[in-house]
């Protein structure tokens, strides 16, 4: 549609119509408007898989590698493959506009969303942003850019101040987002944060550069309740405020625009943009239908297991104990707590529900066949924090089946509505008038004999029962305005009771729906505490008894999540002592780390080799497995740096100063600031194996650069191993006797390769000219340095083992625009 045609619609809404269309109509939608044929558009969380408008466990989705994951791959293509899934599923689903990619850095391992961010490298994570944004869009379906910017981690996420330089600003924490608008991306999300005093809904860079010098014609949403002042967010360039149909805008908008405290062509500039986006999506109008390949259910599966496969990292493999050959396992120990019961995904508010998911129990059992014994053993004692029951221990008592029994009760306690549900965690219980209380009951099977913790989830009137005997009972004020904790985990209130095993016990969890205190209600139980030098005896033993070791370990769901960042980088729950133990018994194990971002690995030469699998998504086991026996070469290469020890960490902080995180580090963050410090990581950025190696034999670069100031390195690489295998070649540049500060050098460019044993590829890697590039504040534009950079090629920030030289000619000045 073009722009007259849209000036025209927006010409014939009245300015109350006009406001309207700029507040969400629920929690999901927009509001539609006939007078111009527009319909409602559906948004949609989230990265790893589309949940659509509802928190129901029985509605499945597709559930995707974590972002890391897919990061980690360096992969461009596989990207855009998932974004075309990702695409198929949001339309599958009636969703218009899904709320990814995730476009903020890893600038601390102790953020707690590491997992659903990619990279702690601008380029990386530009470049793997903008080609999720492809293959969404290609689908007809709205990519959303966030959360832009300076989101970075969680602490006081939705009233810190980020202080950060503009230099820093504009090259690392800017130049995702930059990048997205070049890829054509159509929603942007404007982020709970403050940006240098000025909270995100209302800030300058909305306007510059996000939609002049960059040129966004598209849509700035915000996130989910960040537009919180009426007259400063009308005025920026905020153009929906969700979600709906409260919020500060609303009739206070259009009292505003009605004695000019806020223009009337802001807002038709809002509404216009709101209306581009639903032609682009098909959302206005008639739109003419669109012919797209359905990919049937095994090809969605084989994408998610191949993405698994390829993001998965080596970071080690002792005497080439990997890949394990199959022919010769009798026995197999499979160890940890993570084995049977993998994280799959993230927590908070992206989350989605699998119609099924592969463990690396059963993906290793099914690799090997009746064949060859499994021996499996947690090595750690239960989790002592309640999880939300579900059918493996629960029954509806009514009607017997696997799961809990949901209810709305009226204020005088009469039923209104009930319903059966597969687990405990009810995040959107249906919405019945009337309703005061929601009621959970479940028929618990204990397992084992002793004192159990039971807990409820929610804020306001709260009470749990056992058996008729009162285990909570409490008034549970909110305490958070932050929508994860109050609409999506809220905190647990718990107590302890004994309980038989085989005895089964009613739960009957009730929450009341008090104003301003969310909807979510749960219902959670742990088993009594278990000797821990049992469990890790039984591993250890299991350990001694087989051919082959595998032992799973990883973070939790309170250790790693959205809505808080992590104070430690230690694996919980003694795993640490678990790994060690079966490191002494077989120091050939091999360890598999199911974790969103860096953990501490003190054990890591003790075993023979380490994998670094993330939140691979639902087909864990069957990537795992593939990996193990050699099905697949492990594709991976680390995304960011993990320490060796936390404490070694050069950019840790997360939690603000008198209201304020101050980025003093600057350009530094990642392996930029390990490379200024004394002490080395475990492993580098874009550090990763194979099953093959390679020698790197030569490189060529211009003498000097010319034309645009983009130029071609050539690489030329052999496979000296016994297998088939692909290498990523890295390029990384580095300026001497700069006379402008600058990273000790910096990722410019990469490529990969494929070659059988003893052939030679040759890696050709782009360089932009933004790599080249610094932003000068004082000038307010982009500046060339002249003069030569060092160009290095390798396989890691920390192996560069080819070099060579560039000349830069004295340039013109570059525009603020320039790229």
Do not use: C
């Given at each position: 549609m073009t722009d007259e045609e849209l000036d025209t619609l927006v010409g014939a809404l009245s300015q109350?119509?006009?406001?309207?269309?700029?507040?969400?109509?629920?929690?999901?939608?927009?509001?539609?408007?006939?007078?111009?044929?527009?319909?409602?558009?559906?948004?949609?969380?989230?990265?790893?898989?589309?949940?659509?408008?509802?928190?129901?466990?029985?509605?499945?989705?597709?559930?995707?590698p974590s972002p890391t994951a897919v990061a980690a791959a360096w992969d461009e293509e596989l990207a855009a493959e998932l974004g075309g899934l990702l695409a198929a599923e949001a339309r599958y689903k009636g969703v218009d506009v899904l709320l990814a990619p995730t476009l903020n850095l890893h600038r601390t391992p102790l953020g707690g969303r590491h997992f659903e961010c990619y990279s702690e490298d601008p380029l990386l994570t530009a470049r793997t942003g903008a080609a999720v944004i492809r293959g969404v869009q290609a689908g007809g379906v709205a990519a959303t850019a966030k959360h832009f910017v300076a989101n970075d981690a969680e602490t006081d996420r939705l009233t810190v101040d980020v202080r950060v330089g503009e230099r820093a600003l504009r090259?690392?924490?800017?130049?995702?987002?930059?990048?997205?608008?070049?890829?054509?991306?159509?929603?942007?999300?404007?982020?709970?944060?403050?940006?240098?005093?000025?909270?995100?809904?209302?800030?300058?860079l909305l306007a510059e550069p996000l939609k002049g010098e960059w040129g966004f014609d598209g849509l700035v949403v915000s996130d989910w309740g960040a537009v919180r002042t009426t007259v400063e967010t009308a005025r920026a360039a905020q153009d929906l405020a969700m979600p709906g149909p409260e919020g500060a805008w609303g009739d206070a908008l259009l009292a505003a625009l009605r004695t000019g405290a806020v223009a009337q062509s802001a807002v038709d500039d809002k509404v216009r943009r709101l209306l581009r986006l639903a032609g682009r999506v098909g959302a206005l109008g008639a739109p003419a239908p669109v012919w797209r390949p359905v990919v049937p259910e095994a090809g969605r599966r084989a994408l998610l297991r191949r993405a698994a496969v390829a993001g998965t990292v080596l970071v080690r493999n002792a005497g080439q104990v990997l890949p394990l050959d199959p022919r010769r396992l009798r026995t197999v120990a499979v160890i940890g707590p993570r084995a049977a019961g993998p994280r799959i995904q993230g927590g908070g508010s992206a989350e989605v529900f699998p119609a099924s998911a592969v463990s690396p129990l059963e993906g290793i059992r099914a690799a090997l066949g009746p064949g060859t014994r499994l021996l499996h053993a947690p090595g750690v004692p239960p989790e002592r924090r309640p999880t939300p029951l579900t059918g493996e221990a629960a029954r509806n008592p009514d009607t017997g089946e696997p799961g809990v029994l949901v209810s709305l009760l009226g204020a005088d306690g009469a039923v209104l509505h009930s319903e059966h549900r597969l687990s405990g965690r009810i995040v959107e219980p249906a919405r019945v008038a009337g309703a005061a209380t929601v009621e959970i009951r479940t028929l618990l099977r204990p397992g084992t004999t002793g004192e159990w913790t039971l807990a409820v989830g929610g804020f306001g009137q709260v009470s749990l029962t056992a058996g008729g005997r009162t285990v909570v009972d409490g008034v549970f004020a909110r305490d958070?305005?932050?929508?994860?904790?109050?609409?999506?985990?809220?905190?647990?209130?718990?107590?302890?009771?004994?309980?038989?095993?085989?005895?089964?016990?009613?739960?009957?969890?009730?929450?009341?729906?008090?104003?301003?205190?969310?909807i979510a209600a749960i219902l959670a139980a742990a088993p009594p505490p278990a000797a821990t030098a049992a469990a890790r005896a039984e591993a250890v033993a299991a350990a001694r008894a087989a051919d082959a070791v595998v032992v799973v370990v990883g973070t939790t769901e309170e250790s790693e999540s959205e809505g808080s960042d992590r104070v430690s980088l230690a694996l919980p729950g003694g795993q640490d002592e678990l790994v060690r133990a079966v490191a002494r018994a077989r120091p050939d194990a091999v360890v598999l780390v199911n974790a969103g971002g860096p953990v501490a690995l003190p054990w890591r030469?003790?075993?023979?080799?380490?994998?670094?699998?993330?939140?691979?998504?639902?087909?864990?086991?069957?990537?795992?497995?593939?990996?193990?026996?050699?099905?697949?070469?492990?594709?991976?290469?680390?995304?960011?740096?993990?320490?060796?020890?936390?404490?070694?960490?050069?950019?840790?902080?997360?939690?603000?100063?008198?209201?304020a995180l101050r980025y003093t580090e600057g350009l530094h963050i990642g392996y930029r600031a390990w490379l200024r410090g004394p002490v080395a990581p475990a492993y580098w950025?874009?550090?990763?194996?194979?099953?093959?190696?390679?020698?790197?034999?030569?490189?060529?670069?211009?003498?000097?650069?010319?034309?645009?100031?983009?130029?071609?390195?050539?690489?030329?690489?052999?496979?000296?191993?016994?297998?088939?295998?692909?290498?990523?070649?890295?390029?990384?540049?580095?300026?001497?006797?700069?006379?402008?500060?600058?990273?000790v050098r910096w990722l410019a460019g990469h490529t990969a390769v494929r070659a059988r044993p003893g052939e030679a590829a040759e890696a050709v890697v782009r360089v932009p000219a933004r790599a080249l590039r610094h932003w000068s504040a004082a000038e307010r534009c982009w500046r060339i340095e002249p003069g030569g950079f060092t160009v290095y090629a390798g396989r890691s920030a920390g192996d560069l083992p080819l070099v060579t030289e560039v000349s830069v000619p004295v340039p013109a000045p570059l525009a603020g625009a320039a790229r």
């Open positions: 109350a119509a006009k406001v309207r269309l700029l507040t969400g109509a629920t929690g999901w939608r927009t509001h539609a408007e006939p007078a111009v044929g527009l319909r409602a558009l559906v948004t949609s969380d989230g990265p790893v898989g589309v949940r659509g408008e509802s928190w129901d466990e029985r509605e499945t989705s597709l559930v995707l090259e690392v924490y800017l130049a995702p987002f930059e990048a997205a608008v070049e890829a054509g991306v159509w929603v942007v999300m404007s982020a709970y944060n403050r940006v240098n005093g000025v909270t995100m809904s209302a800030s300058p958070t305005d932050d929508p994860t904790h109050i609409h999506v985990s809220p905190p647990y209130r718990s107590g302890r009771i004994t309980l038989t095993a085989g005895e089964e016990t009613e739960l009957v969890a009730r929450r009341e729906l008090a104003p301003d205190t969310g030469d003790e075993v023979a080799a380490v994998l670094i699998g993330w939140f691979p998504g639902q087909e864990a086991g069957h990537a795992a497995a593939d990996i193990l026996f050699g099905g697949a070469e492990p594709g991976g290469r680390l995304p960011t740096t993990w320490p060796a020890a936390q404490d070694d960490v050069p950019v840790l902080d997360t939690a603000p100063l008198d209201g950025f874009g550090h990763g194996l194979g099953y093959t190696s390679w020698e790197y034999e030569g490189i060529e670069a211009p003498a000097a650069v010319s034309g645009d100031g983009s130029f071609d390195v050539r690489v030329r690489v052999r496979n000296t191993g016994g297998r088939a295998g692909r290498e990523v070649v890295q390029l990384y540049l580095a300026r001497r006797d700069s006379a402008v500060e600058r990273p």
